[in-house]
């Protein structure tokens, strides 16, 4: 083995790195093997304790929606009594709907006449579908769908229930619950620090999380199940679109069974376990729980320490037993190298002792033979390493001179020749590379994959989404802080052997070298989520601005990103056929509404 050969190494700490080292990758090999089939079965329990919190978390909401339901039930009973004149007394719904507000947001009475009253104290005549099959005695109960409510501008769903006066249906009692309730009752339950629960409704769309952002956003169905089911209209988008992967063919099999386990990985990269199950008294709600599988107990874990525990003390006894081994086989090597330091110090008449005929006596008698010739030969030559020592001072000094002279013209000459480099290849503004150096940059890629067999590489042509109106709004100065910070969101999620460049305006281009459609998929989808989630830059534009701003969505700060995978088949063969490919590509993004990535 040539591991060590220029090592400054000693030879004792050589021999003792080679045993260590292959004990240490024996017992890494088997303690792995161990490992892995423990971590396997653990895989297991992880599954099945998630779908067994899932089931007690959907009997907790159960239980919940019960309580909801008896409590409306009590005021409906009260509305019936026409004693109170409760169907038409808005203070006193107002005083009944205080007294539950931990239960209610909002409660409003339906009488058979279509008559309306509320606690946000409105009038009016209502003519609903699911009112009147309650009033004709269709349904005793509904919990509807979840929805944006119009007034209180939150995720909610509705229970309504009849009114009887005696035996007959004299209206109905309706009643708000925001989803924000179930979410927080969810996750306070007694395994929260294990994980989280959510809830879905028939179309998987979130209607409980604990990031509120999700809550009617975010649906469990891939982008392309939710084009073929229509749910466009929801304005949903897939979970792949908010940075999660797997939730799609967890939906596939909660659809096809009616519950689900499967993993998924989140907005942070960790794989996560997750279990559906059916909630009964809501129509086609499901309750999911994830894990964090690191705060699940695991034998897995305390394998992994008394494997580490058990290979420290093998090395451990290996370092010891070698470090034995070591001394006995350097001992002489040792006194020889101080014979010789001995002997480089000036000590001429110092001998290597030679008691043995191994090698290690063959190798002092040469050293001693050596040392015999060099003395020999030191005295004729003294004489002449003295008159060449003058002359070579003289001539030493004067190179040193020229060194100096030569060294600092050539230091002012690398500054300058970097400086000029960097002012024609780089954007002063973001300092990424300018348009010169992508188009050069480019033109090197396509020679690559024209004349050689490289695969191919991918071409993102950038456009930020309402940059005129920042600049129209907060001035070019906070355009420049726009453009300076999304360059470094850029440069910051591509890799190390990608090029970023700026276009020109708000324009940029990413080359990602042997790029194929999933990888460029993938960074184009990350750049696009980490400009989202700044919020158009608000709270940054207001601390450099001082003052409050006001962004509206129609005025975010996004992305369109147009994406051509570049290989011989493309009908490009120019920087600028390419370029203008790439670019239209992008316009059909902001065609299509601009915030989303296009695939050429």
Same mark, same amino acid.
């Given at each position: 083995?040539?591991?060590?050969?220029?090592?400054?190494?000693?030879?004792?700490?050589?021999?003792?790195?080679?045993?260590?080292?292959?004990?240490?990758?024996?017992?890494?090999?088997?303690?792995?093997?161990?490992?892995?089939?423990?971590?396997?079965?653990?895989?297991?329990?992880?599954?099945?304790?998630?779908?067994?919190?899932?089931?007690?978390?959907?009997?907790?909401?159960?239980?919940?929606? #019960?309580?909801?339901?008896?409590?409306?039930?009590?005021?409906?009973?009260?509305?019936?009594?026409?004693?109170?004149?409760?169907?038409?007394?808005?203070?006193?719904?107002?005083?009944?709907?205080?007294?539950?507000?931990?239960?209610?947001?909002?409660?409003?009475?339906?009488?058979?006449?279509?008559?309306?009253?509320?606690?946000?104290?409105?009038?009016?005549?209502?003519?609903?579908?699911?009112?009147?099959?309650?009033?004709?005695?269709?349904?005793?109960?509904?919990?509807? %769908?979840?929805?944006?409510?119009?007034?209180?501008? +939150?995720?909610?769903?509705?229970?309504?229930?009849?009114?009887?006066?005696?035996?007959?249906?004299?209206?109905?009692?309706?009643?708000?619950? $925001?989803?924000?309730?179930?979410?927080?009752?969810?996750?306070?339950? *007694?395994?929260?620090?294990?994980?989280?629960?959510?809830?879905?409704?028939?179309?998987?769309?979130?209607?409980?999380?604990?990031?509120?952002?999700?809550?009617?956003?975010?649906?469990?169905?891939?982008?392309?199940?939710?084009?073929?089911?229509?749910?466009?209209?929801?304005?949903?988008? %897939?979970?792949?679109?908010?940075?999660?992967?797997?939730?799609?063919?967890?939906?596939?099999?909660?659809? +096809?069974?009616?519950?689900? $386990?499967?993993?998924?990985?989140?907005?942070?990269?960790?794989?996560?376990?997750?279990?559906?199950?059916?909630?009964?008294?809501?129509?086609?709600?499901?309750?999911?729980?994830?894990?964090? #599988?690191?705060?699940?107990?695991?034998? %897995?874990?305390?394998?992994?320490?008394?494997?580490?525990?058990?290979?420290?003390?093998?090395?451990?006894?290996?370092?010891?037993? !070698?470090?034995?081994?070591?001394?006995?086989?350097?001992?002489?090597?040792?006194?020889?190298?101080?014979?010789?330091?001995?002997?480089?110090?000036?000590?001429?008449?110092?001998?290597?002792?030679?008691?043995?005929?191994? +090698?290690?006596?063959?190798?002092?008698?040469?050293?001693?033979?050596?040392?015999?010739?060099?003395?020999?030969? $030191?005295?004729?030559?003294?004489?002449?390493?003295?008159?060449?020592?003058?002359?070579?001072?003289?001539?030493?000094?004067?190179?040193?001179?020229?060194?100096?002279?030569?060294?600092?013209?050539?230091?002012?000459?690398?500054? !300058?020749?970097?400086?000029?480099?960097?002012?024609?290849?780089?954007?002063?503004? $973001?300092?990424?590379?300018?348009?010169?150096?992508?188009?050069?940059?480019?033109?090197?890629?396509?020679?690559?994959?024209?004349?050689?067999?490289?695969?191919?590489?991918?071409?993102?042509?950038?456009?930020?989404?309402?940059?005129?109106?920042?600049?129209?709004?907060?001035?070019? *100065?906070?355009?420049?802080?726009?453009?300076? *910070?999304?360059?470094?969101?850029?440069?910051?999620?591509?890799?190390?052997?990608?090029?970023?460049?700026?276009?020109?305006?708000?324009?940029?281009?990413?080359?990602?070298?042997?790029?194929?459609?999933?990888?460029?998929?993938?960074?184009?989808?990350?750049?696009?989520?980490?400009?989202?989630?700044?919020?158009?830059?608000?709270?940054?534009?207001?601390?450099?601005?001082?003052?409050?701003?006001?962004?509206?969505?129609?005025?975010?700060?996004?992305? %369109?990103?147009?994406?051509?995978?570049?290989?011989?088949?493309?009908?490009?063969?120019?920087?600028?056929?390419?370029?203008?490919?790439? #670019?239209?590509?992008?316009?059909?993004?902001?065609?299509?509404?601009?915030?989303?990535?296009?695939?050429?």
């Amino acid at each position: 083995m040539k591991l060590f050969e220029k090592s400054s190494m000693s030879l004792m700490n050589k021999i003792i790195v080679y045993f260590v080292g292959y004990t240490i990758v024996v017992m890494f090999l088997f303690s792995l093997t161990i490992y892995l089939v423990d971590y396997s079965k653990m895989n297991l329990i992880n599954a099945s304790y998630s779908r067994d919190i899932a089931e007690l978390e959907a009997d907790m909401v159960n239980n919940w929606l #019960d309580d909801s339901i008896r409590k409306l039930n009590d005021i409906s009973i009260m509305a019936g009594n026409s004693q109170n004149g409760l169907m038409t007394n808005i203070e006193g719904l107002i005083d009944i709907q205080q007294q539950n507000k931990d239960n209610f947001r909002h409660l409003y009475l339906v009488n058979t006449e279509g008559e309306y009253i509320d606690t946000f104290g409105q009038e009016a005549n209502m003519n609903d579908e699911i009112i009147t099959e309650i009033i004709n005695g269709e349904k005793e109960l509904v919990v509807t %769908s979840p929805m944006i409510h119009p007034i209180l501008s +939150e995720a909610l769903f509705n229970v309504i229930v009849p009114v009887y006066d005696g035996t007959k249906i004299i209206g109905v009692l309706g009643a708000t619950v $925001t989803m924000d309730q179930l979410s927080k009752r969810l996750n306070e339950y *007694e395994v929260s620090d294990a994980g989280f629960g959510w809830l879905v409704d028939e179309n998987l769309t979130v209607i409980a999380h604990p990031e509120e952002d999700n809550i009617l956003n975010m649906s469990l169905y891939s982008t392309e199940l939710i084009k073929e089911k229509s749910l466009e209209d929801l304005k949903v988008k %897939s979970a792949n679109t908010f940075g999660y992967s797997g939730l799609d063919l967890v939906a596939i099999d909660l659809v +096809e069974d009616g519950y689900a $386990t499967g993993k998924y990985t989140d907005l942070d990269g960790y794989n996560r376990t997750v279990s559906f199950v059916k909630v009964n008294n809501a129509e086609n709600w499901y309750v999911g729980f994830t894990t964090f #599988d690191d705060k699940i107990p695991s034998s %897995s874990r305390s394998l992994l320490i008394y494997m580490v525990i058990g290979v420290a003390l093998i090395v451990a006894i290996t370092i010891f037993a !070698t470090y034995l081994l070591a001394s006995e086989v350097t001992k002489p090597i040792n006194q020889l190298i101080h014979v010789v330091n001995l002997f480089i110090g000036g000590n001429s008449g110092v001998r290597a002792k030679v008691d043995t005929d191994d +090698e290690f006596g063959k190798l002092g008698k040469a050293f001693n033979g050596m040392a015999d010739t060099i003395i020999e030969h $030191t005295d004729n030559v003294e004489a002449l390493i003295k008159e060449r020592t003058y002359m070579l001072a003289d001539l030493n000094y004067q190179i040193v001179v020229r060194n100096k002279e030569l060294n600092t013209m050539n230091e002012e000459l690398e500054t !300058t020749n970097d400086k000029l480099h960097s002012l024609a290849t780089t954007d002063m503004l $973001t300092g990424l590379y300018n348009r010169h150096e992508l188009v050069r940059s480019m033109q090197t890629f396509m020679d690559g994959v024209l004349k050689s067999d490289d695969a191919g590489f991918s071409v993102l042509f950038i456009d930020l989404d309402n940059f005129k109106y920042y600049n129209d709004t907060f001035s070019h *100065e906070i355009g420049d802080f726009l453009l300076i *910070e999304v360059a470094k969101i850029l440069k910051a999620n591509i890799r190390d052997n990608d090029i970023v460049a700026r276009y020109g305006g708000d324009e940029f281009v990413v080359l990602l070298k042997h790029g194929d459609f999933d990888v460029s998929k993938m960074i184009s989808e990350r750049i696009h989520a980490k400009i989202l989630e700044q919020k158009g830059f608000r709270k940054a534009i207001e601390r450099k601005i001082k003052s409050e701003i006001l962004l509206l969505g129609k005025n975010m700060l996004s992305c %369109s990103i147009g994406i051509v995978n570049y290989n011989k088949n493309i009908n490009a063969r120019t920087v600028e056929e390419l370029l203008a490919l790439a #670019d239209d590509t992008m316009y059909k993004a902001k065609k299509q509404g601009k915030s989303r990535i296009v695939v050429s």
